[in-house]
């Protein structure tokens, strides 16, 4: 059964520091998707992995993907008030193939 | 843009009733998701379907059902409502592609009295 852990699970930072969420998985999949989430909205696509060594970036967040080790990395690059949201990361192949989501990483960014 | 949109924002039913939740896409997606979301628990997968008329449980179907006669129709009922089903219902739909990116609805917050 394919599980997806993500940590930290709440994080509180400094606007202008670095930090980067893990998401670890638990079966061989080749496919890994990351969502941000902001308070009462719903989920916004940000990035799709598709393959070991995809790394795609956008802004200040940037995303890697490695399949050997079961784990992908979301970077924030000096951080700003505006990233201020829950990011979740899925994996494709449930038992059906479908998506497993990590419980989400609830990030706050301080002035 | 992927648009996919759902009936009601928030809603609020009493035990006993029946509930339906209505989610449409505009992009001829082949899949369709019902999620629920709620604190600690992240989303958790309650019914699926790949076709028309086509529906595969998830990972916690009990207490719902759902309904696929179009392909940008995805209807999911709450037989008889009960209070533990106070949750952030969420729709999602993505095609039928090796990307499998899924697009989500802005969500049914439903409270159950």
């Known amino acids: 059964e394919l599980k997806v852990e993500q940590n930290p699970l709440f994080l509180s930072m400094q606007e202008g520091k670095n930090y980067t969420i893990y998401c670890n998985y638990s079966?061989?999949?080749?496919?890994l998707y990351w969502y941000r989430q902001d308070p009462g909205k719903s989920l916004e696509s940000l990035f799709v992995?598709?393959?070991?060594?995809a790394v795609k970036q956008e802004g200040r967040l940037m995303a890697s993907l490695d399949t050997k080790a079961r784990l992908s990395t979301l970077h924030i690059t000096a951080a700003v008030h505006d990233l201020s949201a829950t990011y979740f990361c899925?994996?494709?192949?449930?038992?059906?193939?479908?998506?497993?989501f990590g419980k989400g990483t609830k990030l706050s960014v301080k002035p | 843009d992927v648009k996919v949109t759902q009936s009601s924002r928030y809603l609020v039913k009493r035990t006993g009733e029946k509930v339906f939740l209505e989610c449409v896409q505009d992009?001829?997606?082949?899949?369709m998701f019902w999620y629920r979301q709620d604190p600690g628990l992240g989303l958790r997968l309650i019914y699926f379907s790949y076709d028309v008329k086509m529906k595969e449980k998830g990972d916690i179907p009990e207490g719902y059902s759902v309904s696929r006669e179009k392909k940008e129709r995805f209807s999911l009922i709450l037989e008889s409502a009960s209070t533990n089903q106070t949750s952030m219902y969420l729709c999602?739909?993505?095609?039928?592609?090796?990307?499998?990116?899924?697009?989500f609805g802005p969500g049914t917050r439903l409270t159950v009295l």
């Open positions: 999602a739909s993505s095609p039928l592609s090796s990307y499998n990116e899924q697009f």
């Open positions: 992009m001829d997606h082949e899949n």
């Open positions: 899925a994996v494709f192949g449930g038992s059906q193939g479908n998506l497993i």
């Open positions: 079966t061989t999949s080749d496919r």
């Open positions: 992995l598709l393959s070991n060594g």
